[in-house]
């Protein structure tokens, strides 16, 4: 039955209403209603959409997400190239670029020309067209003349308008633009990865653009990215502004988020004045950017001035200088990460430099220590650029005092005073302290606690922090000595708090063999070669009193994971710590151990599971899977022999099909297992 005339208006009337709002808080950063009541219109618009499916269109604020993901990045061919701009690094080099601009239009030198200036944002170049007020398609910059569609990850961008806002709009519009990652939401993104286990990224541009390549849109819509528009492309049945400033205050009208920073300036003094502005407020920004850009700002002007090559003659991005500077190393001392790397740290003459003070810099590891031949005493550049942590560049050799020395590597962790060993092939060396190493127990234990491992409901990282800070526990044997009374007077710690996790701690004491061998955290012992070693043995002792070459006999067990479990349980207190654990009550089942089929319907197979399975739990397949011989890991690769793909599967199931991988469902999985 169609929808009636009334529920029709309903939901104009509600679209309309939340593109106002998304206005209001997007572009104009000023939001004129609360979350939850934002909330509550999108929610009744989507119960009227999905009470009348015919109403739905493409713009629809409810349309951002894709359900499909896309197989794979379509071509676009730009109607005007996306242009490459030249670049000034200093005063003398902006000047001559103003001289040639004047000359071109036989214009005075000192007179009044006036540029449009904005931040010259660090993100993804894209193109955005839209046909009668409607996006139709997204696109990068590509090679400038043909880019790649990625229209189903910039509808997810909630700064995007899907259709534009007011009204005068031409009836085609391309509008360029940058999407980028706020530091914020970069930040963020990348302690929440962390948490998971997940990728982090190195910097807010290369995450905007992984984002940006996404083939499923609901990846990218989990990302926090943004966009400001700086110009506008192919323009059909419509006009514009003269000057490209009020082209720019169309565009906001239109719904589209410029950048607030912009201004229009006069002449190569207002060009310098905006850049030394900008400059001093860089970290401020809240996102990163190298540089500003000044255009021409009548677009006459530009016009006559034209092209050269791949640039306009008529803009030049004016960038920052690498933020470096001169100072004294005063100490180099090492520091122990969560993993055992120990890292050289260069403690410095306190140098102000990328707008902050610094006194520490990183000197990466031993080798490029070596490599630069940073020594007690030397002058140095150090460099900081945005949130980048400060590094040593290089030493100014003509300034090094007599007697110096080489730095050589500690015998010793400074932490906890156990060998420091350095793996053949790596840059990195490392403490062997393990779980008695003060400095690895925090990571140690929130990875002990995890849910994969020991799954102690209600202890959390910041918790453990607090724990340890208070030297309430130096090993994960003593979260099982912890009472009442020591909880209580943790931060947002109550008495129901303290009781509900004493609970916890005791429901995680019956365990099994490899969640218990998993949660020792023993370098490159995951989940699977931890099931791998119950399975095969069945017994810890067994285990620990195995030497190498027996190891090695396990599935997924090599010559390095073999040593590094045999000088795990090789430490004097990794063994105590484990017979602490037993003596609190941590136990298992032997016939918890799965044990390992080599001739099984699996055997040297590799498998990943993606999506909720119907017949069984992930964790119950996942051991009729190494029971049948099989190996099951976390990521799709060339090297993955099957993908078991259950309802609602993502991006791994994209990847699988375009690596070609065999896909299974859960049927075809129980057949195979049913085999065994």
């Avoid at 082209?247 to 719904?255: H, K, S, T």
């Avoid at 990195?428 to 302290?433: D, K, L, P, Q, T």
């Avoid at 509900?500 to 955290?521: A, C, M, P, V």
């Avoid at 430490?571 to 799965?594: A, C, F, M, P």
Wanted: charged fraction near 30%; include cysteine.
């Amino acid at each position: 039955m169609p929808a009636s005339v009334a529920t029709r208006k309903a939901v104009e009337s509600l679209r309309e209403q939340i593109r106002r709002h998304n206005f209001q808080y997007h572009v104009l950063d000023d939001p004129d209603v609360p979350d939850a009541e934002y909330d509550r219109l999108v929610w009744k618009l989507e119960v009227l959409e999905a009470e009348n499916p015919e109403l739905i269109t493409s713009d629809s604020p409810t349309q951002r997400v894709g359900a499909v993901p896309v197989s794979e990045f379509g071509s676009v061919q730009h109607a005007i190239p996306m242009l490459s701009l030249d670049n000034a690094f200093n005063e003398e080099e902006l000047r001559g670029f103003h001289r040639r601009v004047t000359e071109r239009l036989e214009l005075d030198l000192d007179g009044d020309l006036s540029y449009a200036a904005e931040p010259k944002l660090d993100g993804v170049a894209v193109s955005l067209l839209y046909q009668d007020g409607r996006l139709m398609r997204g696109a990068t910059r590509g090679d400038g003349a043909t880019g790649e569609n990625i229209t189903h990850n910039v509808r997810t961008i909630d700064a995007v308008p899907l259709s534009l806002y007011g009204q005068g709009f031409p009836s085609m519009l391309e509008v360029r633009g940058e999407v980028y990652m706020p530091r914020d939401g970069f930040h963020a993104f990348n302690e929440q990865a962390t948490k998971k286990g997940d990728k982090t990224f190195v910097n807010p541009r290369n995450a905007a653009a992984g984002s940006l390549r996404q083939l499923d849109p609901r990846l990218t819509a989990e990302r926090p990215l943004d966009i400001y528009v700086y110009s506008v492309g192919q323009v059909v049945g419509g006009s514009l502004p003269d000057c490209h400033s009020e082209i720019l205050d169309q565009l906001q009208e239109w719904g589209f988020r410029v950048c607030p920073e912009r201004k229009r300036v006069d002449g190569i003094d207002g060009c310098l004045a905006f850049y030394e502005d900008i400059g001093t407020r860089r970290v401020s920004l809240g996102y990163d950017i190298d540089g500003v850009v000044y255009k021409v700002d009548r677009l006459a002007y530009q016009r006559k001035l034209g092209l050269v090559s791949r640039a306009p003659r008529w803009a030049i991005a004016h960038k920052f200088p690498a933020e470096e500077e001169l100072t004294v190393v005063r100490d180099i001392e090492f520091q122990v990460g969560r993993t055992g790397a120990v890292t050289p740290v260069a403690r410095l003459e306190p140098v102000f430099v990328g707008g902050v003070t610094v006194s520490n810099a990183t000197l990466h590891n031993m080798d490029e220590l070596h490599r630069k031949d940073v020594r007690i005493g030397d002058t140095v550049i150090v460099r900081r650029a945005g949130d980048v942590i400060p590094e040593v560049v290089k030493v100014v050799a003509d300034r090094r005092p007599k007697r110096t020395r080489i730095v050589k590597v500690p015998a010793n962790c400074p932490v906890c005073g156990s060998e420091v060993v350095r793996e053949e092939d790596e840059a990195v060396v490392r403490c062997a302290g393990g779980l008695f190493c003060v400095a690895q127990r925090e990571e140690a234990l929130k990875h002990f606690v995890s849910r994969r491992a020991m799954d102690i409901d209600g202890l959390g990282g910041k918790l453990i922090e607090q724990l340890v800070a208070m030297d309430r526990i130096t090993s994960p044997a003593d979260l099982f000595s912890l009472d009442k009374d020591q909880l209580i007077v943790m931060e947002r710690m109550g008495e129901k708090s303290a009781d509900n996790l004493l609970d916890s701690i005791e429901k995680s004491k019956q365990t099994t063999l490899s969640r218990f061998l998993y949660g020792l955290g023993i370098r490159e012992v995951g989940e699977a070669t931890a099931g791998s070693l119950a399975g095969h043995y069945g017994k810890l002792t067994a285990i620990v009193e195995a030497d190498e070459e027996s190891l090695q006999a396990v599935p997924d067990v090599g010559p390095i994971v073999a040593t590094r479990i045999h000088q795990f349980f090789g430490k004097k207190y990794n063994l105590e710590v484990i017979q602490r654990l037993i003596d609190s009550g941590v136990s298992w089942s032997e016939s918890d151990s799965v044990p390992v089929s080599r001739d099984g319907a699996l055997a040297g197979k590799s498998i990943v599971l993606t999506g909720a399975l119907s017949g069984m739990t992930r964790n119950e397949a996942k051991d009729r899977i190494q029971a049948a011989g099989g190996k099951v890991t976390g990521s799709v690769s060339r090297k993955t022999d099957f993908l078991v793909a259950g309802d609602k599967a993502g991006s791994k199931l994209t990847r699988a099909q375009n690596l070609g991988v065999e896909v299974l469902d859960e049927h075809e999985l129980q057949n195979l297992l049913a085999d065994q």
